[in-house]
Structures are given as structure tokens and as C-alpha cells.
């Protein structure tokens, strides 16, 4: 059922456009490290190439994705078909995060929407594909995008998001900095 490739085919590059949610996990190398895996949606996800991916990384209740890549840069992301055929795609491989005003930053950030918890765009080096069946994921209907996130951000304003990055965001659960005092404040 499972097959491995080198890097995405047009098909499993369309299956990977056309996920309304995406999953990215990652891990710490401490063996009593916590393993981290997000659920993403919205329109932030990219197919830069067979070999290259991307995604817009939101403000949000912590930065453990961007510890655990300042650390060791390896990552996951997963997709799931809910609809239509069954499928799982889960592309293997190294993460770079680029922050606000990070050399190639605007570069990549014109690739998604101008949304107002932007903090990075995380882009991923893409080692190994993997697809598998995905009979057992549930058929499920997409009623619509939350649009919480992007008011809780609207709210806070510019400066308020880099007060609330510089207290939530600077280091993971498990104590690795992830966003520094100097990135925060861009």
C-alpha cells in the first residue's frame, strides 16, 4: 500500500495543493523531548517545486516547530484527502525557518495572503515522499475557514504581536529558544 518517492510528482504535488489542512510535526533530539505535531489550514500552504515546499507560519500559543528546526531542522508534513479518493501524502525533510525581515523573507511571503499573524514562512527541503492509501481517514465536508486567528492578531495590532511573541514565543515547552528577542522585535 505504502510507496516511497524521491520528491513529488504532479499528482502528489496536486494532492498537496489542494489539502485544506496539513499537519507538521516535529521533534526536539532530548529522548524526554516533547514531539510536536500542529494542524495548519487556511491558504498557507505551497509547492514551490518536486523537491521544495513551504508554508506560512502564524503567531500563535507557542513556536515549538521553530525551536525544534533551530535545533535539528528535521520535519514532517502531512496531508489527507477527506474527500475523493482516499490518499496520505507525508513529505520528509529539512526546515529553514525565514522570519519577518530574514534575507528572502519577502521573497516567499508574496506567495501566500498578507495575513496579521505572519511571523515566518517555514520552508522545507523536501528528502523523501511518502504515500499511503488512507482507507481508514474519515470522508468529512469542509464547512469553512475559522477566521479567529487572523482577528485575535488584527487586535493585538504590529506592536502587540511582537509583546506577545517576545513572552510566548521565545523558547519551547521544553525550554529551546525559539524565536529570539532580536527576530520578535522585526
Known amino acids: 500500500m505504502g510507496r516511497s518517492f524521491e520528491s ?3 499528482v502528489l504535488a496536486e494532492a498537496v ?19 510536536n505535531l500542529s494542524p495548519k489550514g487556511g491558504d498557507t500552504l505551497r509547492v514551490l517545486d ?6 506560512l ?14 535545533e535539528n531542522g528535521r520535519i514532517t508534513l502531512m496531508v489527507c484527502a477527506f474527500s475523493g479518493a482516499p490518499q496520505i501524502v ?8 525565514v522570519r519577518r525581515g530574514d534575507d528572502g523573507y519577502d521573497d516567499l511571503a508574496v ?10 514562512v517555514v520552508r522545507v527541503a523536501v528528502e523523501r515522499v511518502g504515500s499511503s492509501c488512507g482507507y481508514a ?4 465536508r469542509l464547512e469553512g475557514e475559522r477566521t479567529r486567528l487572523d482577528e485575535w492578531a488584527e487586535a493585538r ?26 527576530a520578535v522585535a522585526r
Open 157 to 182: 495590532g504590529p506592536e502587540g504581536l511582537v509583546q506577545y511573541r517576545a513572552t510566548k514565543n521565545a523558547v519551547s515547552i521544553d525550554g529551546l529558544p525559539a524565536l529570539d528577542p532580536e
Open 17 to 35: 495543493r489542494a489539502a485544506p489542512l496539513f499537519f507538521v510535526a516535529t521533534a526536539p533530539l532530548a529522548a524526554d523531548g516533547h514531539v
Open 90 to 97: 507525508r513529505l520528509y525533510g529539512r526546515g529553514e525557518v
Open 8 to 10: 513529488l510528482s504532479p
Open 137 to 140: 481517514v474519515p470522508l468529512m
Open 57 to 70: 507560519d502564524l503567531t500563535g500559543s507557542g513556536a515549538e516547530t521553530i525551536a525544534h528546526l533551530r
Open 50 to 55: 518536486e523537491r521544495t515546499v513551504a508554508y
Open 111 to 120: 506567495l501566500f495572503p498578507d495575513l496579521p499573524g505572519a511571523r515566518a
